[in-house]
């Protein structure tokens, strides 16, 4: 048995692997990480590309191509041509026969010249009135049929894509079967109306008549939207022509339908197919440009072309409420850009699918959110960030990658309990599993595991106060904020995992931030810096873990604005009143009686702040930080490690 072997064209590699959608995430945590929403994230991933797939098209290159092929269409069609040569066909007729009459004297000739100067300016009047003149000139009755049968095929063709071709040989065979298969048809969808209709039913018709349909539809429906489509764009190509011209048009139209005795059948067709797809743009004109004419079959195809790219478009732009790669149709997409674009976009519909398979979207009432496993990742992404910024001569600051956890082995082990990060002890795991008679070879289960116990080290009770307030937006800090949230609890989670971190969001009030909030946080569009509600929350935060080392970090641009009143309502001033200073004061008092060095990272130089926070920093023995947006990260992280060395 011989085996040939060559260059794989049918679609995307199979062997290929699987892309990696953790870079894809990574790539999305950018967006993020500064400021914009997982869905806009994933949105603007998409549009660039795939990160590591430079064949691969995004969304916007497969739009440009798309916008490209309208244009090159508008550019290269005229919709008169049809028009065009009939008239120049008419003319050759009359020319023809007005040579064969005038070297004949007799007044025949004479009366037969009246006439035709009598005919009509308007292309399909003088047509239908000289459908039943007698030509003297066998000439000019042959370029009359002519004129006939190219309308007959270019009004069929407009209807009914690749009937041109099939009537180009005039055949009165031919023009029955057309008759009989369009009222086959329109009986088919009146039974289908009635709900009467089968699957065998349009199989029998495709089996007497598919080769006037070389779309070849699988079912009804199918079929129904094509011919829709083809109708509304010929009814489009009407309305883009000129009132003179769609009038002509509409005339010859009317005629040829009526000679052919498809009249009556026709109009039916249109009431059906308008009645099942009324969505589309019936009777919209198109604006196009062409210079070269183009005949009504073609220039039906181009219009209704535009219409499936345009429609394209708008699937392609995403920028619709519940949009996704879902909408956008493969079937247009491959008439319009081919094959690879087809592989393009399953490449992009795969890490869509992906992120949410693997666990790292989910859509939760049709909004999409990050999931704890996707917020860990990022949290790690903006953590190594910061590490980067550090000077990686100082100590305790670098990434290590292969630190152990809370503490020395004491040399004693206990069972596994779920959220344990201590390693497992190997020797004692496989001894209970023998013990509990796990047979040969051992199975284990659940409780066999036991860890290598640690001493504890001391902990920390430590709050992130972040300000949420408009005014973090206006300056461009935000994003920054977001990150060092990220960061610091990724570094807690990973290397301290015995200490107990809350982070406090607040603008008019306080509330306490969820790690899975983080990601997706976006700022609060409401006047007020409630730092006084703040301090309440992390104090009770504190309070919770009396024997843990405190620490309060405060992240800030502006200076208290806003308090929480009696009745639990924040009441902003601006100027800050003197009730709110008073009050956010009286908390930091509460803090230095707890023991809990407040540390407060500036984001802006205003006089009001830094006279507050100077005031804050005599109170408590606290420091005070001007930080850069961009070293947010790096001043809180280096903060809290030297805090933690102090200790």
Not at 19 to 32: F, H, K
Not at 555 to 579: K, M, Y
Request: charged share 30%; with cysteine.
């Amino acid at each position: 048995m011989s085996y040939f072997y060559r260059e794989f064209h049918d679609g995307p590699d199979p062997l290929a692997p699987p892309y990696d959608v953790r870079s894809a995430l990574d790539e999305m945590g950018d967006a993020v990480l500064s400021g914009s929403t997982p869905l806009d994230a994933l949105r603007d991933l998409l549009r660039r590309g795939l990160p590591g797939a430079p064949d691969r098209r995004g969304l916007d290159d497969l739009l440009r191509q798309v916008r490209r092929r309208r244009r090159d269409l508008r550019d290269n069609t005229r919709l008169d041509g049809t028009l065009e040569r009939v008239r120049a066909l008419l003319d050759k007729a009359i020319g023809q026969e007005r040579a064969e009459l005038f070297p004949d004297p007799s007044d025949d000739a004479r009366f037969r010249e009246s006439a035709l100067d009598a005919l009509p300016q308007d292309t399909a009047r003088a047509v239908q009135e000289l459908a039943e003149y007698d030509w003297r000139s066998a000439a000019a009755g042959q370029t009359f049929e002519e004129l006939r049968d190219l309308l007959r095929r270019e009004v069929l063709d407009s209807q009914f894509r690749g009937m041109r071709d099939a009537l180009a040989n005039p055949d009165p065979a031919a023009m029955e079967r057309v008759r009989q298969m369009m009222s086959d048809l329109n009986d088919m969808l009146d039974r289908d109306a009635r709900g009467e209709h089968t699957q065998a039913d349009f199989d029998q018709f495709m089996q007497k008549y598919g080769d006037m349909f070389p779309e070849n539809p699988r079912n009804l429906d199918e079929l129904v939207d094509q011919l829709a489509r083809r109708a509304a764009a010929a009814q489009r190509l009407l309305a883009s022509l000129t009132p003179e011209q769609r009038e002509e048009l509409a005339g010859l139209i009317n005629q040829t339908l009526e000679q052919a005795g498809l009249a009556e059948q026709m109009r039916r067709l249109g009431d059906s197919l308008h009645a099942r797809r009324p969505d589309l743009a019936w009777g919209t004109p198109e604006r196009v440009s062409g210079e070269q004419p183009t005949g009504m079959g073609d220039a039906v195809s181009a219009l209704q072309e535009l219409g499936d790219l345009g429609e394209l478009e708008a699937a392609l732009r995403q920028d619709y409420p519940g949009a996704r790669l879902d909408d956008i149709d493969e079937a247009a997409i491959r008439r319009a850009l081919g094959r690879s674009a087809v592989d393009d976009l399953e490449a992009l519909r795969q890490v869509e699918r992906e992120l949410e398979a693997q666990g790292y979207l989910r859509r939760t009432r049709g909004k999409l959110e990050l999931t704890p496993k996707a917020v860990r990742r990022l949290g790690e992404t903006a953590l190594r960030r910061v590490f980067a910024s550090l000077d990686s001569g100082r100590r305790g600051d670098h990434d290590q990658r292969d630190a152990g956890t809370a503490g020395e082995p004491t040399g004693s082990t206990r069972a596994w309990r779920f959220g344990d990060e201590q390693p497992i002890d190997v020797v004692r795991t496989v001894v209970n599993g023998v013990r509990r008679g796990g047979g040969s070879p051992v199975t284990l289960s659940v409780d066999d595991f036991e860890v290598v116990e640690t001493e504890r080290r001391s902990a920390a009770a430590v709050c992130l106060l972040v300000d949420l307030s408009y005014s973090m937006a206006l300056r461009g800090t935000w994003a920054a904020a977001k990150q060092t949230a990220l960061a610091l609890q990724a570094l807690v989670a990973s290397k301290f995992p015995q200490d107990a971190v809350q982070i406090i969001g607040f603008s008019n009030y306080a509330r306490v931030l969820l790690p899975d909030e983080l990601a997706g946080l976006e700022w609060d569009m409401v006047q007020g810096t409630n730092l006084h509600h703040a301090l309440m929350i992390a104090g009770r935060h504190l309070d919770r873990h009396p024997d843990f080392e405190p620490v309060v970090l405060v992240v800030t641009d502006g200076e208290p604005t806003a308090h929480l009143t009696r009745g639990g309502v924040p009441r902003f001033e601006w100027p800050p009143s003197q009730e709110t200073l008073t009050l956010t004061l009286a908390e930091v008092d509460k803090m230095t009686r707890r023991r809990a060095t407040i540390n407060v990272f500036m984001l802006a130089a205003d006089d009001r702040l830094r006279e507050f926070v100077d005031e804050v920093a005599r109170r408590n023995g606290g420091r005070v930080f001007s930080a850069s947006a961009d070293r947010l990260g790096e001043y809180v992280v280096s903060d809290f490690l030297r805090a933690r060395r102090t200790r």
